[in-house]
């Protein structure tokens, strides 16, 4: 008999006793393979179950159940996009932080990306280059000369292009041995085979630094509360004001309906935009994002700042969606807004203890 609760927030997705059961022993005596173990804590994260009470009951660590959660997700697209069945039945039993990491592309660069891994039997830290270079390479207008749209040439461009900045001579000639190895056409093998040749070193304009703010104290995360209005009033008027939910970790806001608020506090940067509006998202969404596992963050666009400058970043438009980029040229394409501030949750080191105020006050 499992000890999970059932989660009243989520009747809609809530799993009857018996098939939780079933989910739990599976996970317990990993039955199957990872795919469908991250399908199962899936299931079971939708009804309502969090991942500390899975954790508990099958011995699947928080981060691990998003691993496989995310991979599953990923390796159910790699068909989709047209991968190949042996890339298929290899990661079917294997692989799900590799595929984690390709979980930002598209369908058919995931497909394509997937491949590639398989082909160069890449590892995490690998696999994790060749995205963010399959990503940074989709969002050219006009592809640079000599190179394809192929995930092999998206790699090697990149090793091109930093081996071009370097002017140690081991880092240039493994750059160029790392290149060479993923060029998949002749031209762009050409590219860098010229490298050898050439020692001229251009140097990169330095990206700016993204604009990170964060909540540090209590005074700092304001409380919306919602008006009734002014006296007199009915006790319909009190009764009609809808309930307001406090969604962690940035204290958004939602009433009925699909509009949502967020409070921020009052920083001079905020003050002085014109039209700003909020974009949630995962630290890895970000340009130059680190290696650190993604956390939640909250960006701050100006809709009225639609002007390029090299210093800020913008949101513009990709494969019909928002991204967020730095050009250090004029791009020549429409951008919606600007970057002005991103916003990092408050740091709670215990927030149950938060919660319990003898426990603050002693």
């Given at each position: 008999?499992?000890?999970?609760?059932?989660?009243a927030?989520?009747?809609?997705?809530?799993?009857?006793?018996?098939?939780?059961?079933?989910?739990?022993?599976?996970?317990?005596?990993k039955?199957?393979?990872?795919?469908?173990?991250?399908?199962?804590i899936?299931?079971?994260?939708?009804?309502?179950?969090?991942?500390?009470?899975?954790?508990?009951?099958?011995?699947?660590?928080?981060?691990?159940?998003?691993?496989?959660?995310?991979?599953?997700?990923?390796?159910?697209?790699?068909?989709?996009?047209?991968?190949s069945?042996?890339?298929?039945?290899?990661?079917?039993?294997?692989?799900?932080?590799?595929?984690?990491?390709?979980?930002?592309l598209?369908?058919?660069?995931?497909?394509?990306?997937?491949?590639?891994?398989?082909?160069?039997?890449?590892?995490?830290?690998?696999?994790?280059?060749?995205?963010?270079a399959?990503?940074?390479?989709?969002?050219?207008?006009?592809?640079?000369?000599?190179?394809s749209?192929?995930?092999?040439?998206?790699?090697?461009?990149?090793?091109w292009?930093?081996?071009?900045?370097?002017?140690?001579?081991?880092?240039?000639?493994?750059l160029?041995?790392?290149?060479?190895?993923?060029?998949?056409?002749?031209?762009?093998?050409n590219?860098?085979?010229?490298?050898l040749?050439?020692f001229t070193?251009?140097?990169?304009?330095?990206?700016?630094?993204?604009?990170?703010?964060?909540?540090?104290?209590?005074?700092?995360?304001?409380?919306?509360?919602?008006?009734?209005?002014?006296?007199?009033l009915?006790?319909?008027?009190?009764?009609?004001?809808?309930?307001?939910?406090?969604?962690?970790?940035?204290?958004?806001?939602?009433?009925?309906?699909?509009?949502?608020?967020?409070?921020?506090?009052?920083?001079?940067?905020?003050?002085?935009?014109?039209?700003?509006?909020?974009?949630?998202?995962?630290?890895?969404?970000?340009?130059?994002?680190?290696?650190?596992?993604?956390?939640p963050?909250?960006?701050?666009?100006?809709r009225?700042?639609?002007?390029?400058d090299?210093?800020?970043?913008?949101?513009?438009?990709?494969?019909?969606?928002?991204?967020?980029?730095?050009?250090?040229?004029?791009?020549?394409?429409?951008?919606?807004?600007?970057?002005?501030v991103i916003?990092?949750?408050k740091?709670?080191?215990?927030?149950?203890?938060?919660?319990?105020?003898?426990?603050?006050?002693?």
């Open positions: 008999m499992t000890n999970l609760s059932s989660n927030q989520n009747p809609e997705n809530a799993l009857n006793e018996d098939v939780v059961k079933d989910l739990l022993q599976k996970l317990r005596q039955q199957g393979n990872w795919v469908e173990w991250g399908v199962a899936a299931s079971l994260q939708k009804s309502g179950y969090n991942p500390q009470e899975i954790f508990e009951e099958t011995g699947f660590e928080p981060i691990q159940q998003n691993q496989v959660i995310v991979g599953s997700q990923v390796y159910n697209s790699l068909e989709k996009g047209g991968a069945e042996a890339t298929r039945s290899h990661y079917a039993t294997r692989g799900s932080d590799i595929l984690y990491e390709l979980r930002l598209t369908h058919e660069q995931r497909a394509a990306a997937a491949e590639l891994t398989f082909t160069h039997k890449l590892d995490m830290d690998e696999a994790r280059e060749v995205a963010k399959i990503k940074d390479f989709s969002r050219f207008q006009t592809l640079p000369s000599g190179f749209a192929h995930p092999g040439d998206a790699v090697a461009y990149q090793a292009k930093l081996a071009r900045q370097y002017t140690d001579l081991q880092e240039r000639s493994r160029i041995a790392k290149g060479l190895r993923f060029a998949h056409t002749p031209t762009a093998r590219q860098i085979e010229q490298l040749l050439d070193v251009t140097s990169q304009k330095p990206a700016p630094i993204l604009p990170f703010y964060r909540f540090e104290s209590e005074d700092e995360l304001p409380r919306i509360v919602p008006v009734v209005g002014e006296l007199p009915t006790p319909q008027d009190l009764q009609s004001v809808p309930m307001v939910e406090n969604i962690p970790p940035f204290g958004l806001v939602k009433f009925a309906g699909e509009q949502a608020w967020v409070p921020l506090p009052g920083w001079q940067v905020l003050l002085n935009a014109e039209d700003p509006v909020v974009i949630l998202c995962n630290s890895d969404r970000l340009p130059n994002a680190d290696n650190n596992p993604p956390k963050v909250l960006v701050v666009v100006d009225d700042q639609r002007e390029w090299d210093s800020n970043y913008f949101v513009v438009e990709h494969d019909g969606e928002l991204d967020f980029q730095w050009f250090d040229t004029d791009p020549k394409i429409s951008l919606l807004g600007k970057v002005i916003v990092r949750p740091k709670i080191f215990d927030e149950f203890i938060s919660k319990d105020i003898w426990q603050i006050e002693e």
